[in-house]
């Protein structure tokens, strides 16, 4: 039948794997051998692995572009196991399924790790460590010279611990009274009340945005109080200094507004881990009560309209529980208490830890109130009140400070490692120490002294930190339009006004602010991961588990609104459609031999 | 006999690059992990395991890419890749959707493979390959976020398909200077070369013109095992098993695989003569199991007076272009070049 047809037979000689068509050098005699490669050097190449793709690397760069990390000289290897993994799979029961559904897989980009582990999983070998194999060559030492001693600031402590009972039988028949009138109300009121974290930032005069529509794109128009040049498009001549960042871009294309409900909060059950409603229901109602009123409403409200703060706390919450694994005394240091919102989840999944929960403490740290109430010990009362009630042995303690880089480790009382184990916890925190020279130097330094078993860090994802303002308006705008389309689904204008009206005061300041005024100075995963692995920090893999979650957390929340979770190199990536916004990464001094589930 | 595995892993090994034999078997391992047997799909794993990649407004090897949310009812997604002008500054926002320049601008609407339930348009394979179609073809490229399942069964993919050509179709920033008209094709891979046949006869039948089809491994089949699927079950990557789980999937329930979706030159599938079909550029690789199924399709154009050229690489693996190291992909680039430029 075939020979027929017209056809053009190709004899294939040169399709042993001796020959290689990688471009290249190799220019000139076809015009694809220029798109066939990946040479790091010059400008405007893609960059896949943006700090590991360098031609010493020895990575092959061909599976390189396409995501995945294998060391030439290490293919054949790969291979190998490859076929040897097939094989035990094919000998042992349900092998398929167990790793289909019991394994948890972490960092597919590395393909011979991920082979090797299921191998394990299915061959153990007592020889194998999956995660000293992933492990990143030992961190660099940290040179303390550098760092400027901080500025003088209020720092109180607030001392909670379940010894002082006469101190909280008051406050308890303080919360009893509030609790009567505030933990049971109906579930129609019951929202999940998410207060960001308040920046310090001074924000110049402008409110409005309007976000104009064309016929087929949406654009960004800051009035003309925000910034002294005029932004009409015309005036967006050449740009500065071409980044060799990446720019996405997702734009939407629409006619009308497509309306969507976004659902407030219905339970933190799937960040539990236990799919246990009425546990979730009585969760919603106390983190209800949680909240105070003395926020900034703007973001208060934003972070009510979007998923972006449930992601961030879930995630952290995952990394951390798993991290906390097995220990029986815990501390959880909060770079980011505000109204300790992401806690009643950790605490509840703790108490539900087969063998008990351990030993709870919280330090949370913030900066003053704007109206000089003790809210981080108002905050610290009804995290007491919850851990009562769950049968946590809970500890408090708040500290007020302007900056984190205020901070010394010596005043958190801290214990030895072996009797309490440490997790860091920031959640759009410290991109903002970036305002002033030596501040993250300083406060990584303090964390290391913490000798945490686990650093979550969660992150806006943006290169909003570049010097040239052209350069700062080009990538917020991208950015931010983005987060506004995400938008389109509130179910208000109302929602959407004052969710653009946070935002603009956000955007002002990445592109107006200068100097320490400029507080919202985002960076990308990769510069952090930089700067971590730096300073002595290796990851610690989220793996499809902790994915899972996510993904079931946004279905819950902002179903078929387009938001999706993104695995990159062990982080996850929170993003709408295509263009990641926020990413959580975890991590670990690089020379503990502790291994992460 | 699926897995049956010492000679045949060897022989697949043979005949493709150390590289691409990695990147392919990993896949298949993946997938396996993937199907479960009662018909359901892992998606959450799935999507985990998928590399992505995001579109970049920054040129990077002379093109540039952005995503566009083309219907915001059904959240129906596509990444345009656009050749990069030659100097100038970077593209801001506005630049992006500026009217090309050429008289001729080729305008191809890529389908991603993935047997309908595998890969997303923003998947590392098929930004990759965009990217080298677009250089290669000075063309545009429109790549397809279509709905996969078994979540979305037939129809979903090519009603996507169909509201993506009525949306490139309306752009007149993709329009040629020649005739203020979109010159376009329709190309895709594996799953994608099912929807580009399956758009192409929607196109037909609405006064749409398609100026022509390029089908990379087209994904077709039918009830009866065809002697090649026999003979090479399970020795290249690709088994009959497999194969069967995924029309499945995507079939509406109930069918069996002579339904014109999958087989639509068989005993439910429909004549096509006397129809302004676009031409056809069929790739078919030899060691494919499902090549009598393709070769059929390309019989059934001829026999209906259709243009079609067969591109038979008998030494060829599926997945062979997702890598440029073999001879195979050089060849079959060459061809698409030519067969868009031919106009």
Not at chain 1, 454 to 472: G, K, W, Y
Not at chain 2, 83 to 109: F, H, M, R, W
Not at chain 2, 279 to 300: C, H, M
Request: include cysteine; charged fraction near 20%.
């Amino acid at each position: 039948m075939k020979r027929e047809h017209h056809q053009l037979l190709l004899n294939a000689a040169d399709t042993s794997m001796a020959s290689s068509f990688t471009g290249g050098g190799g220019g000139g005699t076809s015009g694809y051998s220029m798109v066939a490669t990946t040479t790091p050097t010059t400008t405007g190449k893609s960059k896949l692995w943006d700090d590991e793709a360098q031609p010493g690397g020895g990575m092959d760069e061909l599976l390189a572009a396409l995501g995945y990390k294998v060391r030439s000289s290490d293919m054949a290897e790969v291979a190998q196991k490859i076929e040897q993994l097939e094989e035990v799979i094919g000998n042992v029961k349900d092998g398929l399924s167990h790793l289909a559904s019991d394994t948890v897989h972490y960092n597919p980009s590395d393909l011979s790790t991920w082979i090797e582990s299921m191998l394990s999983e299915l061959h153990p070998s007592p020889s194998f460590d999956p995660m000293a194999a992933a492990a990143l060559p030992p961190p660099q030492s940290l040179d303390d010279s550098f760092l400027t001693p901080a500025e003088s600031s209020t720092i109180t402590s607030i001392d909670f611990t379940d010894s002082s009972h006469q101190h909280h039988q008051q406050k308890k028949n303080i919360m009893q009274k509030r609790q009567d009138n505030m933990v049971f109300e109906d579930s129609s009121s019951s929202e999940y009340d998410l207060k960001a974290i308040p920046g310090k930032a001074i924000y110049s005069q402008i409110q409005q945005i309007e976000s104009s529509t064309s016929r087929e794109t949406k654009r960004l128009k800051l009035s003309s109080g925000c910034n002294p040049e005029s932004l009409s498009p015309s005036s967006i001549g050449a740009f500065g200094v071409p980044t060799e960042s990446t720019r996405p871009v997702v734009l939407v294309d629409s006619q009308e507004n497509g309306i969507r409900l976004v659902h407030g909060l219905m339970a933190c059950a799937e960040a539990v881990q236990h799919n246990n409603f009425n546990l979730a229901e009585a969760l919603v109602k106390q983190i209800g009560f949680l909240a105070v009123s003395q926020v900034d409403m703007l973001q208060m409200h934003f972070y009510e309209t979007c998923p972006y703060l449930k992601f961030a706390h879930f995630t952290a919450n995952q990394a951390i529980l798993e991290a906390f694994e097995g220990k029986k005394r815990v501390h959880v240091i909060d770079f980011s208490m505000n109204q300790g919102m992401q806690w009643p989840a950790l605490m509840q999944a703790l108490a539900l830890r087969p063998g008990g929960p351990p030993a709870f403490r919280l330090t949370g740290i913030g900066p003053p109130a704007s109206d000089n109430s003790d809210h981080l010990q108002e905050v610290g009362w009804k995290l007491a009140q919850l851990a009562e009630t769950i049968h946590v042995e809970f500890e408090y303690r708040g500290f007020v400070a302007n900056s984190l880089a205020d901070l010394d480790a010596s005043m958190l009382e801290l214990r030895p490692s072996e009797v309490e184990s440490v997790a860091v916890n920031s959640v759009f925190e410290l991109h903002k120490l970036l305002a002033r020279p030596g501040a993250i130097e300083k406060v990584l330094s303090v964390v290391k002294q913490m000798k945490p078993e686990i650093l979550t860090l969660v992150e806006q994802e943006a290169n909003h930190n570049c010097p040239s303002f052209l350069d700062r308006f080009t990538e917020s705008l991208h950015y931010y339009s983005t987060l506004f389309d995400s938008l389109e689904g509130s179910v208000n204008t109302h929602d959407k006004v004052m969710s653009e009206e946070y935002l603009g005061k956000q955007i002002c300041n990445v592109v107006a602010g200068e100097g320490v005024d400029r507080v919202e100075r985002h960076e990308t995963l990769a510069q952090w991961r930089s700067r971590l692995n730096a300073t002595g920090f290796t990851p610690v893999h989220l793996g499809s588990n902790a994915f899972k979650q996510a993904s079931m957390l946004l279905a819950l929340f902002a179903s078929g609104d387009g938001y999706r979770v993104e695995e990159n190199k062990g982080c996850l990536m929170l993003g709408w459609h295509t263009r990641p916004l926020i990413v959580t990464s975890a991590w670990k001094l690089g020379n503990k031999s502790v291994i992460a589930q | 006999m699926a897995g049956s595995n010492d000679v045949n892993l060897n022989e697949s090994k043979m005949v493709v690059p150390l590289n691409m034999w990695v990147l392919i078997s990993s896949f298949k391992l993946a997938y396996n992990l993937l199907r479960r047997p009662d018909g359901t799909f892992n998606r959450h794993l799935a999507e985990f395991l998928d590399r992505k990649v995001q579109a970049n407004a920054n040129p990077v090897d002379g093109v540039f890419s952005f995503d566009v949310i083309i219907d915001p009812e059904t959240n129906l997604l596509s990444r345009i890749y656009r050749p990069a002008p030659e100097e100038g500054p970077l593209l801001n926002i506005v630049d992006l959707q500026k009217p090309a320049t050429s008289e001729v601008l080729p305008v191809i609407i890529f389908f991603h493979g993935g047997s309908f339930a595998h890969s997303s348009a923003n998947s590392a394979i098929y930004d990759t390959l965009c990217r080298r179609l677009v250089c290669i073809c000075k063309a545009v490229v429109v790549s397809v976020n279509y709905r996969r399942a078994p979540e979305d069964r037939y129809p979903g993919a090519y009603d996507d398909g169909w509201t993506a050509l009525k949306w490139v179709n309306s752009r007149s920033w993709l329009q040629s200077k020649k005739d203020m008209k979109v010159h376009i094709f329709l190309a895709g891979d594996s799953s994608g070369g099912n929807i580009v046949h399956n758009v192409a006869l929607r196109a037909v039948e609405s006064g749409f013109e398609v100026l022509g089809n390029i089908l990379l491994n087209p994904m077709f089949g039918g009830q009866e095992r065809t002697e090649s699927e026999k003979r090479l079950d399970g020795k290249y990557f690709v088994t009959i098993q497999d194969r069967d789980w995924y029309w499945r999937a995507f079939l509406p329930e109930g069918e069996d695989r002579d339904h014109p979706a999958c087989n639509p030159f068989g005993p439910k599938g429909k004549s096509l003569q006397g129809i302004a079909f676009p031409k056809s550029l069929v790739v078919v690789s030899g060691f494919d199991l499902i090549q009598d199924w393709q070769l059929a399709y390309v019989e059934g154009l001829e026999k209906a007076g259709q243009e079609v050229k067969l591109l038979y690489l008998e030494q060829a693996t599926i997945g062979f272009y997702l890598l440029p190291n073999n001879d195979h992909f050089c060849t079959v680039m060459d061809e698409i070049s030519d067969f868009v430029s031919s106009d």
